[in-house]
């Protein structure tokens, strides 16, 4: 408890579920609009103010918790930071299918970059 200033099933609870949700929203809504990385970071710190505060009222746990404040930001920073990889991603592949295509939930290449020696393939001398 002191160490994230509440009980840990509030911590979790309201932290993974309700604030996760909205980092997840945030995320999602950043890399829609094409936003750079860098703005997860003050979002996500807004957002750990508001998890801070209602557990705080809502659970009686410590309003000015910094070990708390700071797992609850890494937390939410890291569910917003892997919705907007997760968006970005999408976007590019659908967005650019003739440019590229999917590397994974979180990435994308360039298309054809998987091709082994595209210069044999076409004729042309090395």
Do not use: C
Not at 99 to 106: D, H, K, R, V
């Amino acid at each position: 408890m002191d160490l994230i200033g509440a009980s840990p099933a509030s911590f979790l609870g309201l932290t993974l579920v309700l604030f996760g949700a909205a980092a997840v929203a945030t995320g999602r809504a950043l890399a829609r609009n094409w936003r750079p990385l860098w703005q997860i970071l003050p979002y996500a710190a807004l957002l750990a103010i508001g998890d801070r505060f209602l557990l705080y009222a809502l659970f009686d746990g410590e309003l000015l918790s910094a070990s708390g404040y700071g797992i609850a930001w890494a937390l939410i920073a890291l569910f917003a930071l892997a919705a907007y990889r997760a968006t970005q991603s999408r976007l590019m592949v659908h967005q650019y299918p003739w440019l590229y295509e999917a590397a994974g939930p979180l990435s994308w290449r360039e298309r054809g970059s998987a091709a082994p020696d595209k210069g044999v393939a076409t004729g042309r001398k090395p």
